[in-house]
């Protein structure tokens, strides 16, 4: 399984939903608070080509996006083939 890395903040709902999304697939995650290391949202920015609203999610190396993306992913059944590849 890929690993995937979010993101966040945690006064953010979007954030909530993507983690949930993944926690009910029991996918494992790796969770970076911006809010709480700024210098972190420079690092976010920067691999996000410029995204600066969380969440910001990664599986590997490939950019997913946000959690509309995600979830947009997961409806379309190309969410579980990109975490398995």
Known sequence: ????????????????AAKRLLKG????FDEIDVMMNPEKRQEMMKRAH????????FVG???VGGFDDLSALDRVGK?????AS
């Open 1 to 16: 399984m890929q690993p995937v890395t979010i993101y966040t903040s945690p006064l953010c709902g979007y954030c909530h």
């Open 25 to 28: 697939k029991n996918v494992s």
């Open 61 to 63: 190396d490939i950019h």
């Open 79 to 83: 969410l579980d083939p990109l975490l």
């Open 50 to 57: 410029g995204g600066h609203t969380v969440p910001q999610i």
